[in-house]
Every structure is written in C-alpha cells, then in structure tokens.
C-alpha cells in the first residue's frame, strides 16, 4: 500500500509541476490514475477475504507466556512495562485486566489484540498464540473496541450501523439480509429506543455515554469476531451505563466469543459479571485466576476482605503503590513486592484460569449468525454509500452551519459597512484594495478553521474503517469533495451577495459573477489546505496551529503587503503558493479594469492613478486576469488534494512486533517493584 502511495506521490508531483498549457494533459493522466483504481478495488474485490477461511463460530482460547515490553530511553536506562507476565483467556468467559492506573493494563490488551502501538525504544517479546497457533498465523477474527468511540456525529444509530454493513458485509449478500442483521444488532444492543437518535457530538446532542460505547462494539460486532477486546469500556461512564455496557460483554461470551476487557476500578456488581481476572501492578502480575477465586487467593496470604466491602476496590487498594508520603510508598511497594513473589511462587491460580471452562456453555450462536466476513462492496457503491454519509453529516449539521452563515453575515455587514458606497475617487482606490484583500483573508480563514476543526477527527475513523478494509482512499476522498463542494460554496457566496452592493464595488452583473466565482474557488484552495494539514496534523489543536501559522504566511505574500516583484528570490515560490495571493489578484482582475477613478482635488491629476489597469500596474498585477487567477487557484488546489491523498493513503498505524521471548535478569530477581523502571540486561533469546 506504501508502495502504491510512494507510486501516486511521484505521478501527481510532475503532474503539478507540468507548465500550465499542458493542464488537459494533468486531467487526463487524473483519469487514468482514477481508471487504476478502480481496477485495483476490483481486483481487491476479487481476492479472498482474510477472514471467511475460518470456521463458522469457533471457540478461540488465547494464551501468552514470557510476555515483556520494555521502553528503552534515549538517555539511556529501560522501563519495564510488562514484565514476565503469562495467561489465558478461554472461550465463552470474560476476562477482566484490572489494576491501578499506570499499571500496563492497556498495553497488554494492546499486546494481546497485537496492536501495540510502535515507539522508538519499546520492544515487545514474548509468545502469544491463538487455539495453540502464534497469534498471527492463526488467522481469527478479532476485533478491538477502542476507548475513544469516534463516530459521524449526524448519523443516527440505525444509520451508523447500516452504513457500516453495506460498506463492510459482502456485496452479494442482499439488503433485506443486512437490515435484518442490523435490527438484531441494534435489539441485541439494547439500542432500540435509541435507533433513530443521532449520535451527536458536544455540539449537537445525541446517544448517552454507554450507548455510544454500546454502538462502538456493535460496529466490531458486524466483523462476526470470535475474539472481542475492549480497552476501559466503562470509562467516563456512570455506574448503570457502566453495568449495561459489562452485561453486553458478558452475554457476547455468553454465546461463545472470548472477551478481554481493561477495567479501572469497577463497582461489585461489575466485578460478580467477571469471569476470569488478571491483576496488574507496575507490569507486573499479583493474580491471574477465576475472578471469585481472587479474594480467597489474597486471604490466604494474610490480606482478608471486609464484609460488604466492594472485592474490586479492596483488590485495587491492596495492589497499589501509595505515592502520598516516602513510608507509605515504601510500605505499599513492600507489599505489592510480596503479592507478586506469592503469586509467581504460586502456580494454582494460573492452573485454574488455564483449565477454565465457558462459564455458562451456550456453545456458539448468537450474534454471529447471518454475519459474513469480507469482501465489500464494488468501488461505485462506496462512493454512492460514502457520498450519502458525508451528504448527511455536512447537511444535517445545522449548529455548524448556522455558525458559518452567521459568520460570513457578520463579517460582511461589517466590511459593507466599513468600505460603504466607496465612489471612485483616489482615496477609494485604497478601500477597494483593502475590502478586496479583507475579502480574501475572510473567505480563506473560514474555511480553513472549519476544516481543521473537523477533518483530523474524521481521519481518525476513515484510518479505522479502512484498517477494517471497508473501503479505499479515493472512493472515500472523491465522495467526500461531491458531498461537501456544493454546501461549501454556499457561505462565500452569502458573503459576496451582501457586501458587493453595499461596498458599491464594479456595477455589472458579470463582474459579480466573477467575484463569486474568485471567492469560492479560493474557500475552495482553502479547504484544500485544511485537509492537507489535518491528514498530517497528529491531533486538532496541532492542525489548528500549522493551519493559521501557513496562511499567515500567505497573507504576507498576499500581493497587498509585499509587492510580487519585491519578493526575495528565496521566498519567489510563497506568492505563487499563496492562494491568498491568487485570490486577491483574481479579485482584482475582477473589479479594476475598466474603471475609471477621479483625480484627487486640486492635485490636476499628477500623481494620480486615472484607471483600475493603471491600480493593476501599480500591484504588479499587470497582464493578469480572472481566468489566469482561476488556473493558478486550481493548480494549488489539486496539489493539496494530492498531498491528502497521498497521506491519506500512506498513513497506517505502526505496530510494535513481537519478538521471541528475551532472557533476562531482574535486579532484586524476582521481586521487582521499583516504580516500573527496572533495568533489564540480556540479549533476546
Ligand atoms: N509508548 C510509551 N512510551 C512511554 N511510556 C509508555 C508507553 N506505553 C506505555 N507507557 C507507560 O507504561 C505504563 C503503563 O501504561 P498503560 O497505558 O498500559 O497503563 P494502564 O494501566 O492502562 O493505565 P490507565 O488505567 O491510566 O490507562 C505507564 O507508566 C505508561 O506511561
């Protein structure tokens, strides 16, 4: 896929490069590229799905042995963050990962689902294997239920998961057949009362908490895994969403699947729902065992829990490490320090986990029934399904529309007012400069806040859907551009339609077609710069601070501030890459020529500049002309596209690999416990 992105990179960079009259040619070699596409989708679709080579509903047990992840700094010295730990999660049980925050919960689920992510200095080791087999060539089908549940915010329930059958189920597989599955998904979930509730977002209100989490394992749900893992599922979560959100894990192993779950601190009725538990401190490994067999486990070493009391909080006291004061710290690391030499002297928990049996055996069943694995759907579909879900969530999202038609209002009743009925005598030539280049600035800003606040959320799902294989890059990124254009360029040209009679600018109704036009290509570049920034940007506040910092630069080398001529060489590329600079012109060419200005009173016209082509002279914009600016706008247009794309397609998220386990000596051998950052000499085995 690198590869292919690495192929586009190169095409599309001497493509922008082309000079202008060989743009047809840029068109051409586009539809080419596009015609690629789809014959690689097709051939996709022909390949055999990864997943329908395994059995209808088998029982799948994972277990691990000699796992360690270790992060080595730069400056030397190693953190130990999962250290020696082994278990095993049988089919049909839940499995809970429990223990104090910090403690390497998550990155043994991560570890276990194999979705560690890379980092410079970690190395993971160990062995993980699925029904015996090493987890990678086992081939099961897994899915993994983030914490963060990411949704398209103006889709309802019903929608969320429609969408997601049709683009991710197999084409042949009729519609009727994917509704039915959905249905049952949506009553299994008990999301019934919820189905036609928009998920919503902190602008738009929409699913509670838990039925949000609820969503996001339905969505893993249609992958039909028979391994399901799911970091923090009650997080942020009250304690009856938390109990409904367990319950749906819990019935899921019910009928089969096995479930690994990371949890905090869970109320006791949560805690009754476990069947099996690991207890982590600091990497490390107090118990791993039945979950009721924990209590009697640590009672036998002397830490008895209080009648009434919560097991859970008691276990989540006794294992953890009380940074409050030095004695305290000291004395719970102690303690900690022996729970962990108990239980790595101990070998009758581990047996019991490893010899458990489904908790309630129901066999398979149950959800996975009509479910089928991939291949999706033909290209054309994902673009027509693709384009129905950007349609919706752009249209629908009427808080953010709202807010940019009240924007643009605003800001034109404000330069309307300002630049009112300029005339043309000389002192109107600066304010028609200046209502030109705030005109530009505003169309510009616009739409690039908007996009950077939106887009580098949506490339988090786009990056997931498509780990999933649902759908390629350019039926999403084509649909996407159809779904939005049309609404987007309804805000600069609300914008345009009041401020140019209230500002008096050019009195012909073609030149205000061209300054619509001027003003919504360049909303349009804008937009092109949001999504470039935003599929590189690592989260939204970086975006929004790269995007502002660019266009600032493009505002300099706007064409207003700095004459184009007096451009340092170095800097010569800037205004050519500004569209600030492409659209002022363009702005320019559609207002001055033509005009004719008055001399300024008493001055007999020395000095003066008599017309808009003598303004256009003095900008160093001579020669220039709408269609000229449109060619350039395009140009920069298409290579933000470009770029996103490229990005878009290169980026997947990297892996830590699991190497053979390590031979390695601890410090204080096996006790450990020295705030998770032990050295760890040794080679790999
Ligand atoms: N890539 C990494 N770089 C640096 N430190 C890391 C990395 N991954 C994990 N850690 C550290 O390893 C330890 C365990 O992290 P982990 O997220 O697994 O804990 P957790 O039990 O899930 O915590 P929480 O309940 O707070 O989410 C923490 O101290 C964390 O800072």
Redesign the pocket.
Known sequence: MIGSAWVDFVLGAALIALPQHKVPLLLGTALVNGVRHVAHAKRREHAPPEAENDAGEEQVELEWRQLDCV?TAKKGGC?H?LKDLQGRAPPGRLLAIM?P???????LLNALAGQL?A?AG?TLSGVVTVNGRPRDAARVRQAYVQQEDLFYSQLTVWETLMMAARLRLPADMPDAEKQELTEGLITRLGLAGAADTVVGDEKTRGLSGGERKRLSIGMELLGRPRLLFCD?PTSGLDSFQAEKVMATLRDLARDGRTVVA?I?QPRSSIFAMFDDLVL?SE?AALYAGPADGALAFFAEQGHVCPEHYNPAEFLADLISVDPTSSEAEAATRLRVAGLRSNFAASSGALDALADGAPADDKGGGGGGRAQAAPPRCAPLQQVQLLFSRSWRQISRDRATNIARAASNVSSALIFGGIFWRMGRAQSAIQDRMGLLQVAAINAAMSSLVKTLNVFPKERTIVQRERAKGSYGVAPYFASKLAAESPISALFPLLFAALVYPAAGLHPRLSRFAKFCGVLTLESFASTSLGLAVGSFAPSTDAALAIGPGIMVLFIVFGGYYVNEGNVPRVLRWVPSASLIKHGFEGLCAAEFPGLAFEPAPGSGGQGDLADGDQVLRRLGFEGTSVAKTANSQARVILFNYWVTYCILKARKPRFARLEPPRARELPGGNGGGNG?AEKVHGAAA
């Open positions: 992060l953190k963050i223990g925050s910090g403690g390497g919960k998550t990155t992510p980092a970690l923090e990371s905090h982590l990497g998770g």
